[in-house]
Each structure stands twice: as C-alpha cells, then as structure tokens.
Nanobody, 128 residues
C-alpha cells in the first residue's frame, strides 16, 4: 500500500516562500506520478500541480502558474512543492497524492486527472 506523509506546512507571512515535502513509500517511486492539491476552508479541493513519474513533465493550476515549482527527489522518494510570494488566499490544507502511471498525458496527469493515493494533509496559513 502506498503511503504519503506531508511536511512543511505552518504559519507564514504574505510574500514569503514555502516548501512542502511529501515522502512516499510502499511502491517503487519511479512508477508513481505525483501531485499536490489544496482545500481552503469552505471550498472544494483544487488541483495545484502534478509531475510525471519520470519527472520530465509538469502541470500547474493556471491561477498559480508562475509562483509554483513541483519537483521530485528520487533518492529521497519525495515530491516537493515550492510556492513563492504566498498570499492570504493560499491559506489551505495541502494534500499530496500519487498514482501508478508512467505517462504524461494531460487527461491522466493534469488538472482533471484522478489520483489513487492521498496523504493526510498539511495546513498552511498565510498571515497578511
């Protein structure tokens, strides 16, 4: 069974940079595509970013593009999210997810894709 454990959340100030990390275990890491989602209070969960199993393809939410960078570290089995210039609107629970998929087809990896495995989430609060 695939397990995902997020870390790196907390309280940050507007304009800060934030790095979230997700440690993945339970399946060969290079067979898993990864993604980050978030859910703000009172809102639906939304796609943030995804990365292919090879690391060669990435997708970002249009509204966040330019402030994000998703990466993976195959030596540490982690999927990482760097967010720059954070804003109060970025306040949310951030969830790491993964799926057994080795391709990069947008419908299967991009904003509308379904993911199989989920972490418990890490809370991010941005103060103004």
């Amino acid at each position: 069974q695939v397990q995902l454990v997020e870390s790196g959340g907390g309280l940050v100030q507007t304009g800060d940079s934030l790095r979230l990390s997700c440690e993945v275990s339970g399946r060969p890491f290079n067979t898993l595509a990864g993604a980050w989602f978030r859910q703000a209070p009172g809102k639906e969960r939304e796609f943030v970013a995804s990365i292919s199993a090879s690391g060669g393809d990435r997708y970002y939410a249009d509204s966040l593009k330019g402030r994000l960078a998703i990466s993976r570290d195959d030596a540490k089995n982690t999927i990482n999210l760097q967010m720059n210039n954070v804003k109060p609107g970025d306040t949310a629970d951030y969830f790491c997810s993964a799926k057994s998929y080795s391709g990069s087809y947008r419908l299967l990896l991009g904003p509308l894709a379904d993911f199989e495995y989920w972490g418990q989430g890490t809370q991010v609060t941005v103060s103004s």
